[in-house]
């Protein structure tokens, strides 16, 4: 009889301990989902479109919360949505919503005003370019964008896919802003308007 009641309490003790890891895990789930829904998400940098800024196969994470609290702002690093590829991608805020957005002679003009890309990497654009003797930014434009249209571009203009190709993006196709890189450890720090 003994025996028989210390076989159920181990029952009773196995059964609570599964429930316990049970919601153990799902408390778990819960919290990474809210994370990455409202907090922070992981990114890995996926082809040179932001080279040197950052580079292919980069990991870290990108700030959600920024985005509730502040839209995005001209040369911020962001972390967008593109819908036809079901893909995020990492660009640069270039024109803001109700700008003229247009590149002539390598130079940005933002409604008619030229406008200073003070973030490129000097050494990375002179070796691009052969020390300014070919053009580092095709001319485009003029785009106009709507009340809610953010145009975006790599920092690595001759490779990037960007708004210059398949059009502006919305404030809801904006996920994320920054990026804090994590691996490779040498390349650790946060991306935000500037360079590491």
Excluded at 82 to 102: A, F, N, Q, S
Aim: glycine share 6%.
């Amino acid at each position: 009889m003994e025996e028989k009641l210390k076989k159920e309490t181990k029952k009773e003790s196995l059964k609570i301990e599964i429930l316990d890891f049970v919601r153990m895990i799902l408390i778990c789930f819960v919290f990474v989902f809210l994370c990455v829904k409202f907090v922070f998400r992981p990114v890995t940098v996926d082809g040179s479109s932001m080279y040197p800024t950052l580079v292919d196969k980069e990991f870290g994470f990108s700030n959600v919360f920024s985005t509730f609290v502040s839209d995005p702002e001209r040369f911020e690093v962001v972390v967008a949505y593109y819908e036809p590829t079901d893909k995020l991608w990492v660009k640069r805020v270039i024109g803001l919503p109700g700008e003229k957005v247009e590149y002539k002679d390598d130079k940005l003009y933002i409604n008619d005003e030229y406008v200073e890309e003070t973030f490129f990497d000097e050494e990375y654009v002179n070796s691009v370019t052969n020390n300014g003797e070919s053009i580092f930014t095709g001319d485009f434009g003029p785009y106009y964008l709507g009340e809610d249209e953010y145009f975006l571009m790599g920092d690595n203009r001759q490779v990037s896919k960007d708004s210059r190709v398949v059009g502006p993006f919305t404030k809801e196709d904006i996920v994320s802003k920054y990026v804090l890189v994590l691996y490779p450890f040498d390349k650790i720090g946060i991306i935000s308007d500037g360079t590491k």
